[in-house]
Every structure is written in structure tokens, then in C-alpha cells.
């Protein structure tokens, strides 16, 4: 079946940049996701990328994606305390829009 | 615009107790429904999916089954809850390819 995974711990200090990094075996991922998770509260969609993108730039946040190796990262620049959250990477195919998460990586961002 | 709404947001029961934790969307029409659980400290698992009214998909064997009385109601429930049930319980939609999340319910079973 599909497996996504994570590390699960990254520590920056406030203003370097964070790189999140992810991995999954299903070559028919279409969507990948990274969701953010504040302490005790839901997941809110931070990015997307499609399968038939290389990189997608929003903000301070860049998603790269390497089909080939089937890697994903979340690249945050000028890390806030406020980026201090667990950041889940995900993936769909077209079918039903079914996520996949993997474990989640905690973010601590030191001032 | 699309908000889901979850109650309650928190809940302790004890075992062997009945349970029913609700989700509606508001702002879209037939949207994909799902249910997800995030044990303590772990990533989300997939419990239910539902595309449609009256139709309910579960990816895993559990002690809890799902409804979907209307387009944007979802319900989850349980006869008998376990001590294993205590969690973190999303519910989300989707339209389009992206999925957006409900604020969550944490389920204590004591």
C-alpha cells in the first residue's frame, strides 16, 4: 500500500530557513499536500503541488517535488516562532481524494 | 465561502458508552466527506469516506461506523466505545482535489 513518511522532529533558530523534507511510494500520486497543525486545533492547508509541477512558490513557503525519487519538501524562509507547528506532508491520487499522511514533523522554531 | 463546522469540540465518555460526533459543510454541494483519527503524538488515518448520500466507504476495521443523512451532514458513531477509540477525530471535504479540515473533536474514553 502507499507510505508516506517524515522525520519527525526539525529545530531552526527564528529567521534561518526550514526545510521539511517527505517521501512516498505510490507512483500515482497526482496531489501532494502540507498541511500545518497548531497545538489542539484542526489542519489547515497550507500548499498543494500537482504531480506535473517541479516547484510552487507562495509566500514564504516553496514546495519542491522530485517525481523521479518520489521526495517532497516544504521549504520555509525567514522561520517565525509562529511557524512553530507539526507540519504533515500528503498525498492523493484521483480517486475520491483519499489522503495519505505521513507522521508528521514538529517544528521548533528557537528565538 | 466553504466552512465545516464539528461539535462537540471536546468529549469524555466512559466505556462500553454510545457515541455520535457531528460534521456539516456549509458552501458547497456534494462535496467528498471524510473521516479521520490522529492518535496521540501520530499522523491521521483514514476511518470513513462517503461521496455521496447514503454512501459510506471504511478503510479500516473498527469498532465505529458512519452516516450520511444529508449532503452536508456526516455523522460518526459508536454502540460500544473502546478505550483504543480516545483520539483526535477530523472530519473533512473535498472538492476539486483539495481537502480542507474541521477543527476536530478529542474523544477521551475513560
Known amino acids: 500500500g502507499e507510505d508516506v513518511e517524515q522525520s519527525l522532529f526539525l529545530s531552526v533558530r527564528e529567521g534561518d530557513s526550514s526545510v521539511i523534507n517527505c517521501t512516498y511510494t505510490d507512483s500515482s500520486s497526482t496531489y501532494l499536500y502540507w498541511y500545518k497543525q497548531e497545538p489542539g486545533a484542526g489542519l489547515q492547508l497550507l500548499t498543494y503541488i500537482f504531480s506535473n509541477m517541479d516547484m510552487k512558490q507562495d509566500q514564504r513557503l516553496t514546495v519542491l517535488l522530485n517525481k523521479k525519487d518520489k521526495h517532497l519538501s516544504l521549504r520555509i524562509a525567514d522561520t517565525q516562532t509562529g511557524d512553530s507547528a507539526i507540519y504533515f506532508c500528503a498525498e492523493s491520487t484521483n480517486a475520491g481524494n483519499m489522503l495519505t499522511f505521513g507522521g508528521g514533523t514538529r517544528l521548533m522554531v528557537k528565538p | 465561502s466553504q466552512t465545516i463546522h464539528q461539535w462537540p469540540a471536546t468529549l469524555v465518555q466512559p466505556v462500553g458508552s454510545p457515541l455520535s460526533l457531528e460534521c456539516t459543510v456549509e458552501?458547497?454541494?456534494?462535496?467528498?466527506l471524510y473521516w479521520y483519527r490522529q492518535a496521540a503524538g501520530r499522523g491521521l488515518q483514514l476511518l470513513f469516506y462517503s461521496v455521496g448520500i447514503g454512501q459510506i466507504s471504511s478503510e479500516v476495521p473498527q469498532n465505529l461506523s458512519a452516516s450520511r443523512p444529508q449532503d452536508r451532514q456526516f455523522i460518526l458513531s459508536s454502540k460500544k466505545l473502546l478505550l483504543s477509540d480516545s483520539g483526535f477525530y477530523l472530519c473533512?471535504?473535498?472538492?476539486?482535489?483539495?481537502?480542507?479540515f474541521g477543527p476536530g473533536t478529542r474523544l477521551t474514553v475513560t
Open positions: 473533512a471535504w473535498s472538492v476539486q482535489g483539495q481537502t480542507n
Open positions: 458552501g458547497t454541494s456534494n462535496p467528498n
